[in-house]
């Protein structure tokens, strides 16, 4: 079936570096992409979404990045911040619209 | 925080037992996804609510049933508990179905004995 993977389950950086975590999706068809946090304990916190009419949206200190060429999505985050660390989850909005498909997260670790 | 609240925060139950989880929408949403998030994993759809109608659903047993109430408030009832229905138990609530953003809420903690 199709679904949205992610690169890397873990990414170490220092702190006060930029932070790029990465996202594959195999459905061409989706329009509609989120980037959530997760802290532990907690339920995700919505960061970003970007919607297949752009390559580019820009938040505070979070960038994402879209190509829909290669199905690929990424989060960049600036002057990453021990605040920043968490799990970070890649979702995909189905053609229905009602129905997120997660990837297996990401792992952000900052040192300080 | 998201408005999103949910309870019980933690629930134990033995194989077999029912359980009845709950959920309130952030104020003007009428939309409510649940998502079922096992250890280590993303959270996987379990099925949606919008206007009080089921509006689509994943690959989830029939023991896995729900409902949205007229103030879009939304249970989720699991009959027959396993060991595998262990997991952190996710809502979240959208403006209008389609394409929302979908905010979720802190999650309900359930074990399984």
């Known amino acids: 079936g199709e679904s949205v993977g992610l690169h890397l389950p873990t990414l170490s950086v220092q702190e006060g570096d930029n932070s790029i975590i990465n996202c594959a999706y195999s459905?061409?068809?989706?329009?509609?992409f989120i980037w959530y946090k997760q802290e532990s304990g907690k339920g995700p916190q919505f960061i970003i979404d970007i919607r297949s009419n752009m390559d580019k949206r820009q938040g505070q200190r979070v960038t994402v990045l879209l190509n829909k060429t290669v199905k690929h999505l990424s989060l960049q985050i600036a002057a990453t911040q021990p605040g920043d660390s968490a799990v970070y989850f890649c979702?995909?909005?189905?053609?229905?619209?009602?129905?997120?498909?997660f990837g297996g997260g990401t792992r952000l670790m900052v040192k300080p | 925080e998201t408005g999103v609240t949910q309870s019980p925060t933690h629930l134990i139950k033995t194989r077999g037992q029912q359980v009845t989880l709950r959920c309130s929408s952030q104020?003007?949403?009428?939309?409510v996804s649940w998502y079922q998030q096992a250890l280590g994993q993303g959270p996987q759809f379990i099925f949606q609510?919008?206007?009080?109608?089921?509006?689509g659903r994943g690959n989830f047993p029939p023991r896995f049933s729900g409902l949205q109430f007229p103030n879009y408030s939304s249970e989720l009832n699991v009959n027959a508990l396993e060991l595998d229905d262990s997991a952190l138990y996710l809502c979240a609530s959208s403006l209008e179905t389609g394409g929302e953003t979908q905010y979720f809420g802190p999650g309900t903690r359930l074990l399984v004995l």
């Open positions: 459905n061409s068809a989706s329009d509609y």
């Open positions: 609510y919008y206007r009080e109608e089921e509006n």
């Open positions: 104020s003007g949403h009428n939309t």
């Open positions: 979702a995909e909005n189905n053609n229905a619209g009602n129905m997120l498909t």
